[in-house]
């Protein structure tokens, strides 16, 4: 099964708006990623956390992480179309050294 | 552009085949992970290849193996291949075995018929 779940699975913004989503992972980690994918081909790395921070800035990126309620969130400013793609978040456990684990990600799509 | 690359970019093949996928890492880049995604899904860890050897697998059976060699170019080998095992195969590469950032290749399309 895979630890991390993005909330909500699919989110339609307009343009110039602000879209939130979040992820909920199970056991403790050494750091949460960030990751988007457009229209199913490789995944980009947008930004890392590790769990002693709690909220690290982007560009238009802002990713916060709150480990007592095991959940992160990804804000993405001003939206623009070029933003529609997949969000997914990866976290590595901190008992399982090196495998990283995505959730199912949410799907975004920015109106122009 | 990751400087990650893939190959083939699509492939079909018949249920009971053997493929193989490949990647070429980032220069300097001594760990491969490979994973499997699904439509609809997340991408799934199979493996990891750390100077030449398997650190690390995820929960895949054996007909799932891979290689990786000193150029920084690798492999993903599946046997007997499966109805189920028609999805994007993506590779990452990264600097360690440790959980830093990965750089994702574009990935292979497999559909097994």
């Known amino acids: 099964s895979q630890q991390g779940e993005e909330d909500p699975q699919a989110l339609s913004i307009q343009e110039g708006e602000n879209a939130t989503m979040n992820c909920s992972y199970k056991?403790?980690?050494?750091?949460l990623q960030w990751y988007r994918q457009n229209s199913g081909r490789g995944l980009v790395h947008l930004i890392l956390i590790r769990s002693n921070e709690r909220e690290k800035h982007s560009g238009r990126l802002r990713v916060t992480l709150d480990t007592s309620k095991k959940s992160s969130s990804l804000l993405i400013t001003a939206s623009r179309a070029a933003d529609t793609a997949s969000y997914f978040c990866a976290t590595d456990p901190s008992n399982t050294g090196n495998q990283f684990y995505f959730g199912t990600g949410t799907s975004l799509t920015v109106i122009p | 552009e990751t400087g990650v690359t893939q190959s083939p970019t699509h492939l079909i093949k018949t249920r009971g085949q053997q493929v193989t996928l490949r990647c070429s890492s980032q220069s300097g880049h001594n760990t491969v992970s490979w994973y499997q995604q699904a439509l609809g899904q997340g991408p799934q860890f199979i493996f990891q290849y750390y100077r030449e050897e398997e650190n690390g697998r995820g929960n895949f059976p054996p007909r799932f193996s891979g290689l990786q060699f000193p150029n920084y170019s690798s492999e993903l080998n599946v046997n007997a291949l499966e109805l189920d095992d028609s999805a994007l195969y993506l590779c990452a590469s990264s600097l360690t075995p440790s959980t830093d950032t990965q750089y994702f290749g574009p990935g292979t399309r497999l559909t097994v018929l």
């Open positions: 056991t403790s980690i050494n750091n």
